[in-house]
DNA sequence: CTGAATCCGAAACGATACTG
DNA sequence: CAGTATCGTTTCGGATTCAG
């Protein structure tokens, strides 16, 4: 199953990205794009939108074994930016031992909804970057 | 305009990512969508890849005034690493002075084409970060 | 189990000077 | 114009330790 952008034509792709990328006169002259890539353009941020829109909620741990290779401090640290921008949620149960959940707020869900097409269009063509690289090595 | 992807149901969303975050067996055990993330998941590299995107092609200098705060020294080092990625073309001429022009790659404007939907978002949902965040700092 | 706090090395990044 | 080279800083992020 896939859920992809319409394949537009080229120039279409180019309109588009014309009006994104403008910053707005209102808007204290920062584009809002540049905006938000600097918050999830993070190492961990997009894994984590990801793993966590997969499910309804993970716990702590249960988050820290499906992103392989991060460690304590950067979940924990990229949790608490997640959840400061409103992306994520986090539920403590006053229990013992402690059980801490988190879940994707809406607006989360909605950006994971969006990154679903790099998810696809990296799922599709990883092997054509490899190549490149390849190619490019010799 | 917009491009969007059709808004799915959370459940949708939810099957799709679960297919995207697998690792494929044959993959060596690496998840093709972490492959990507890691390649274009720098500072500069999306902000580039959608500048070109929306034109035909751009020299250096050109470049360089779009991508607001980006350094001489880090254009040049993510360009090479997204010709090495096979996602950005560069054509020299032989000129005097000097004329470089780069612009995306096929494999390059299809993701410009992906990424779109995170652009969306993000000039859709700056407002509400910046809210949250205003209201988490609190 | 879920964190916070500290320390420290590695990597990313920017500034500057120089070149064809 | 379009880089390269070098240097210094800052930031990122891992390891470890401690705690509720």
């Given at each position: 199953m896939n859920i992809t952008v319409?394949?537009?034509?080229p120039h279409a792709v180019a309109k588009a990205l014309k009006e994104i990328m403008q910053v707005p006169e209102?808007?204290?002259?920062?584009?809002p794009v540049r905006d938000v890539l600097d918050r999830i353009?993070?190492?961990?941020s997009l894994l984590i939108i990801l793993n966590l829109g997969a499910e309804e909620n993970l716990r702590f741990n249960e988050l820290r074994r499906r992103v392989e290779g991060i460690s304590q401090r950067m979940l924990t640290v990229t949790l608490r930016n997640l959840e400061a921008d409103g992306l994520v949620g986090r539920t403590v149960y006053a229990e013992v031992p402690p059980r801490v959940e988190y879940r994707l707020t809406d607006l989360g869900r909605s950006l994971a909804g969006a990154v679903i097409g790099i998810g696809n269009w990296a799922s599709q063509h990883a092997p054509a970057i490899a190549a490149a690289r390849a190619r490019f090595a010799a």
């Open positions: 319409a394949d537009p034509q209102n808007g204290g002259g920062i584009c353009g993070d190492k961990w």
